[in-house]
């Protein structure tokens, strides 16, 4: 048996990034489906073009109205609460959506520790739209010359810092590893594309930012780097909007799900991209993973609607790709598990890959409201490996 009839179901996805666009567009080869996205901005966010926006080089956004398929409504608003109990969405407008299911698609968001003395006074993140605007309002206001200090030296770290020193700035890279998640050969490409732009590197085991002042980043052997303009790119977290809705989320955040994506907590609700922890095992957040999450979270969606039971999270990993400049780049070819191969491109071929890859994202988003249906993802993955290694990693309690 159906909860509803196909024509009277209201499914609501909380979410504008790449879950949330894919899993909303998805939702219209339903038949009935009415399906409402709620995001806070009114416009599409790159994400992983943002180290170009800060550069002044890209605006790092789309129109949703060349995105969404046309049977998709948007409203421009963001969510407050979700009560499940009487499955509404409750806005920070004042209104109050109704939903039969609800997509819960809030993406990640960054910051910087509050146990870094004067991190959140002068520091600048770079993992929102607005945080990419104010960096980029900075940068203008300080001669070219003047130190810039990049903190991560993760994906976003190196695009950031080597995107800044190729347009010219005196930029310093502060990490314990440079590019942890790929493999030697992958790491020597991009350190390699990095010094070639003038980046200084300092990295090691025991590196630790432990100040930022307004002009300059202390660190914990005491040495002392000026620095105009502290870029901080590590850590990431998810929006409490789960949490707060007493749903039940892991320590960062994301939504405890079953295998299907669905809260452990009400069978309605449906977690997809940054903002889910399958089985308590999260997938990497990135873009890679969030798209499959989404069209697999209209599934699940649809498949309930319909009285099937929800197939199961199947995705496996391509590879990893971040750009150094726009002129060269490195992609690590990754196993479905997302380890790193010993293969990867670089210099300029890994530059075009990278490029041609943030540009099918935003295609493939597209293709998708035009004809429900047509995205593809890899598949496989070894999710049961992934799931039995977490388990015996697990502390004993």
């Known amino acids: 048996m159906t909860d509803r009839t196909a024509q009277h179901t209201r499914v609501v996805v909380i979410g504008g990034g790449y879950a949330g666009v894919l899993a909303a567009n998805h939702l219209q080869s339903g038949p009935g489906v009415a399906v409402t996205l709620v995001n806070p901005r009114p416009e599409f966010v790159e994400r992983i073009r943002l180290h170009q926006l800060a550069a002044g080089n890209h605006t790092a956004t789309a129109d949703y109205a060349e995105l969404l398929g046309a049977g998709v409504r948007l409203v421009v608003d963001g969510a407050e609460r979700i009560d499940a109990g009487l499955r509404q969405v409750q806005l920070t407008s004042g209104t109050v959506l109704d939903y039969d299911y609800l997509i819960y698609a809030v993406g990640s968001t960054g910051g910087v520790p509050a146990s870094v003395p004067g991190a959140a006074e002068f520091a600048y993140p770079l993992s929102e739209l607005e945080e990419a605007h104010r960096l980029r309002a900075r940068l203008q206001d300080v001669p070219t010359s003047a130190p810039v200090v990049v903190v991560g030296g993760g994906l976003t770290g190196i695009e950031a810092a080597a995107e800044l020193a190729e347009a010219g700035r005196a930029v310093t890279l502060v990490t314990d590893v440079v590019g942890a998640s790929v493999g030697t050969g992958a790491r020597r490409s991009i350190v390699k594309a990095l010094t070639k732009l003038g980046v200084s590197i300092i990295d090691g085991p025991e590196i630790l930012v432990t100040g930022v002042e307004a002009d300059a980043v202390t660190l914990a052997d005491g040495n002392r780097l000026p620095s105009a303009v502290t870029v901080w790119t590590t850590g990431f977290r998810v929006p409490g909007l789960g949490a707060a809705s007493g749903l039940r989320t892991d320590e960062l955040g994301r939504l405890l799900t079953d295998e299907t994506l669905t ?6 609700i449906v977690a997809a991209g940054d903002a889910a922890a399958p089985s308590g095992v999260p997938l990497r957040m990135s873009c890679q993973s969030a798209g499959p999450m ?79 249906g047509s995205y593809f993802w890899f598949k496989g993955g070894n999710r049961a490996r992934q799931l039995a290694e977490a388990q015996q990693e697990a502390p004993v309690r």
């Open 294 to 372: 989404g069209i697999q979270a209209a599934n699940t969606v649809l498949a309930r609607i319909a009285g099937e039971q929800p197939a199961v999270l199947n995705q496996a990993f391509a590879g990893q790709c971040v750009s150094v400049g726009r002129h060269a780049g490195t992609v690590q070819l990754c196993h479905s598990d997302d380890s790193p191969r010993r293969a990867y491109l670089g210099g300029r071929t890994g530059a075009f890959v990278k490029e041609q890859v943030c540009r099918a994202t935003v295609t493939f988003m597209r293709k998708e409201g035009l004809k429900p």
């Open 263 to 268: 809260s452990i907590d009400d069978a309605r």
